[in-house]
């Protein structure tokens, strides 16, 4: 039993006591936040804030971990003099220099957020960077609040307090290797601990938890700034942040050729339904309807509900993804929103208020609702929709049937699409998103399907079959509903996947997703074939024209079905430039420059026409690039997507 007497049970209670101690503080910090910025951030109860703060203990589990990585460390390293006075008086300093500095950034919160309207993130030192007066400012603010030193000074000396309390006796170890053996097996495990605490998670699904996951837990958006803490959002934001303000031309221009504000004036009697399926990996080369005029040698489509639909549906044959993945494809779709090098739903300024289909549809009057079969919460989903301000939100854990669970991301597209058909329309009219799952890695399909759907050339292949197969069963179903006849279907996909065909090899066609427009009701007109250039964030301005939305609409998108003409400036980034689409030319750009110019059927980028043409189609394209450019960082930095 001599071995287990030399496991660091005094070390290891010690320092959970410690890291207690940070959680304590930093829920102080938050209702101290709330309290002196409770005019802006409405709470209704006592109970509702306690949930507000339950949930903030993973915002401040990632903030505490991140600071205390080496005080735990250290703490637990096993040097022998672990347990001398020396020793724990460097812990103690360690301790409070690191756990000060990251404390008093939410103090200075309780300040800033009155003119900020958002938590502080890294893009502070991008302010500072350029002010030759920050020491000056902090001085001045400090003098004007002294009640937020008072508090920090008093709250710091509370936690030093509290930390002496308990104090640890020293003690040399008597048997070497079984204190080496268990201090390694105590290290191991806190680490995995600490990862976990980290990201958020210890899910395969669910990635590193980041500002836009605060919403999940709200009513109103601007309470995820409650579930915060500023510790997280300033080192969660530490060089993400490539959003800066530029100036390449006039207002005026920008006006006159991106023409951010749309207005439709369609009268609409009985507004349809819209239901909105963005398919999880659904590229355009899967599907026959959209390769048709191609010409690729042995071509197979693997969607043959998709394509058979789209054949009494308005098609877009040449539709580009605004993103990368699937949160790019929510805010694109949705809030016509684009995901340039940076993603905007990972940065800094997700958290504001944000005109989308959504907010349009709950200004007249729709029952709004997001399904996504995975745990409630993946991809910023839930914290997004929040954002975007749907009233529902339906997840795995609304489905509450885990034997559907794939194992690894969410519910069997075809159980969850059986479910959503048989759970919307108990209001109308009503919008509704659902964002399929199953046509994703692993590439798996449920077991009962072994055998039914072609192989194909490529994993992907087999797995889109089973979503398009499950998309047929819920068209069976939905059609018996009383709502269907009068409902608008979209159906795109978030991003590409796994490519079987030299064309969709290109570097532009890697953003090629498809675009239907579907409705069981003739009067809305939706057939036929459009070749011209589309993308995710033309579809929100175009619901919007679909069901009468009158008013102004804040969108780099156009509608697609209006005889109105707007410009047609089709953008996304490839993580190192920005790529624009505008008349006849292809753009790449940047940040600051324009670095390539390419004929639009130039899709692989092959011929650089640089400085090769002397046109002024081409002058001007390069132009409404920065401009286009120059708006977005514009309304993104400083909060004007409303």
Known sequence: MKFFKEFRKQEVLVLLYRIFLAYVFYQIARLLFWYFNKELIKVDSVSDYFNLAFHGTAFDTTAILYVNALFILLSLVPIVINTKKVYQTILFWLYFITNGIAYAMNFGDFVYYKFSQARLTSTALEVAKHESNVFKVFTVSIGQHPFVLMWFVVLMALWVFLYKKVKITEQKPLKLIPYFIWSVLVLCGTAVLVVGGIRGDFKHSTRPINLVDANRFVVNPLQGNIVLNSTFSFFR???????????????????????????????????PNIVIFIVESFGREYSGAFNKDKNINGYVSYTPFIDSLAGKSLIFPNTFANGRQSIHGMSSVLAGIPSLTDAFTSSPYSNQKIQSIVSVCNDLGYDTSFYHGAPNGSMGFLGFGNILGFKHYFGKNEYNHDEDFDGMWAIWDEPFLQYFAKNVGKKQPFMSTVFTASSHHPFKIPEKYKGKFKKGTIEMHEPIQYTDYAIKKYFETAKKEPWFNNTIFVFTGDHTNQIAYGEYEKAMNRFAVPLILYSPNPDYHLNGVNPEVAQQIDIYPTLADLIGYNKPIRSWGRSLVSDKVYPSIVVNSDGSSEQFIIGNYIYRFDGKEITGVYDKTDLGFEKNLMGKLKNPEIEKGMQTAKAWFQDYMDRVINRKLK
Not at 237 to 257: M, P, Q, R, S
Request: no cysteine.
């Open 237 to 271: 934001t530490l060089g993400t942040n490539n959003f800066k303000e530029v100036h390449f031309v006039d207002e005026k221009y920008i006006a006159d050729n991106v023409q951010p504000y749309k207005e439709y004036d369609r009268k609409v009697e009985n507004r």
